[in-house]
């Protein structure tokens, strides 16, 4: 039949004993326990009283552990031990289970940092889950207003959606006009301004944070509006449909630089650093992120200080 514990027996009995066996004296025990010495020495004497044996003895002028010390050492440090693996895994379990990390990212984001910012994330040992979606800026905005996400990386929004949110800058990031590789627009004879209307444009939609930068843009260089358009926020048919026709894309950099660096896609001769625009992580300015959201948006601010040191 097993005994019972005395039930007079504390987690910090066990503490200090084990503290004052280690380090072979009380002095050094309290301090890294951060405790006064004549409290380690009264909760040594509580402990022997209860066992009703002594566990340490005088040496020079340190201590070391009686017969009955090293014996009880033993068996209180595995127990300690247990407990320990006990709490991990209740809490690693708790973070694997909980609430995930939500972040909302636009497409330029989804494409060009995401996937390097949760690899780096993932490597630190991070554990729970995370949620991405991607959308449009105003969707994305909304959800983390109402708290469906937790942080939006992308665009800075005009200065009237940002009231109550507070913006990080991370980058700036140009538009471009893409193409498929060998389009007639990619000729240097060929004028893009002016026969840019000759082909279907792939444009951003009205809600995109982008649109109005777009629309700007082309007045100011007297492009006008094109014929055919196509609104879309999906680079997935972006792609598809410029490998089959000759579409134009307006797109942000980010979204078609890993294409353009392939081959794939190509971007015409324009210069478009005038509608350059800051990329940033949003979030609620009354809301503090909890840990594994601190740690992604950290992986997410170096992967995006790493492209920018190296110009792409």
């Given at each position: 039949m097993v005994s019972p514990i005395d039930p007079r027996i504390k987690f910090r009995h066990?503490?200090?004993?084990?503290?004052?066996?280690?380090?072979?004296?009380?002095?050094?025990?309290?301090?890294?326990?951060?405790?006064?010495?004549?409290?380690?020495?009264?909760?040594?004497?509580?402990?022997?009283?209860?066992?009703?044996?002594?566990?340490f003895e005088r040496d020079g002028r340190g201590t070391r552990t009686t017969r009955y010390g090293e014996v009880f050492m033993r068996h209180a440090g595995?127990?300690?031990?247990?407990?320990?693996?006990?709490?991990?895994?209740?809490?690693?379990?708790?973070?694997?289970?909980?609430?995930?990390?939500?972040?909302?990212?636009?497409?330029?984001?989804?494409?060009?940092?995401?996937p390097q910012a949760m690899n780096r994330f993932l490597a630190g040992g991070t554990v729970?889950?995370?949620?991405?979606?991607?959308?449009?800026?105003?969707?994305?905005?909304?959800?983390?207003?109402?708290?469906?996400?937790?942080?939006?990386?992308?665009?800075?929004?005009?200065?009237?959606?940002?009231?109550?949110?507070?913006?990080?800058?991370?980058y700036s990031e140009r538009v471009l006009f893409v193409t498929r590789t060998g389009h007639p627009l990619l000729d240097a004879r060929a004028n893009a301004f002016e026969r840019l209307g000759a082909y279907p444009v792939l444009m951003p939609t009205r809600n995109s944070v982008i649109r109005p930068i777009v629309e700007q843009f082309?007045?100011?260089?007297?492009?006008?509006?094109?014929?055919?358009?196509?609104?879309?926020?999906?680079?997935?048919?972006?792609?598809?449909?410029l490998r089959m026709s000759d579409a134009v894309w307006i797109i942000s950099e980010g979204v078609v630089a890993g294409d353009i660096a392939d081959g794939v896609l190509a971007?015409?001769?324009?210069e478009t650093v005038e509608t350059r625009g800051p990329v940033g992580l949003t979030m609620r300015a009354d809301t503090p992120p909890s840990l594994p959201l601190s740690l992604l948006m950290q992986a997410i601010r170096t992967v995006a200080a790493e492209m920018a040191a190296k110009g792409t």
């Open positions: 066990l503490q200090a004993f084990l503290e004052v066996a280690r380090q072979k004296s009380v002095n050094r025990a309290a301090e890294l326990l951060h405790v006064s010495q004549p409290a380690v020495t009264k909760t040594i004497r509580e402990l022997e009283g209860i066992l009703g044996v002594a566990l595995a127990t300690l031990t247990a407990l320990r693996q006990a709490v991990d895994s209740v809490s690693q379990e708790a973070a694997l289970s909980g609430p995930p990390v939500r972040i909302g990212a636009l497409p330029t984001v989804s494409a060009r940092i995401m729970g889950p995370v949620k991405i979606v991607t959308g449009e800026n105003a969707v994305l905005l909304e959800q983390l207003r109402v708290g469906d996400l937790d942080l939006v990386v992308g665009r800075l929004a005009a200065p009237e959606k940002m009231t109550g949110f507070s913006f990080e800058h991370l082309m007045i100011a260089h007297g492009i006008p509006a094109p014929p055919v358009q196509i609104e879309t926020v999906s680079d997935a048919f972006g792609r598809a449909y971007a015409l001769p324009l």
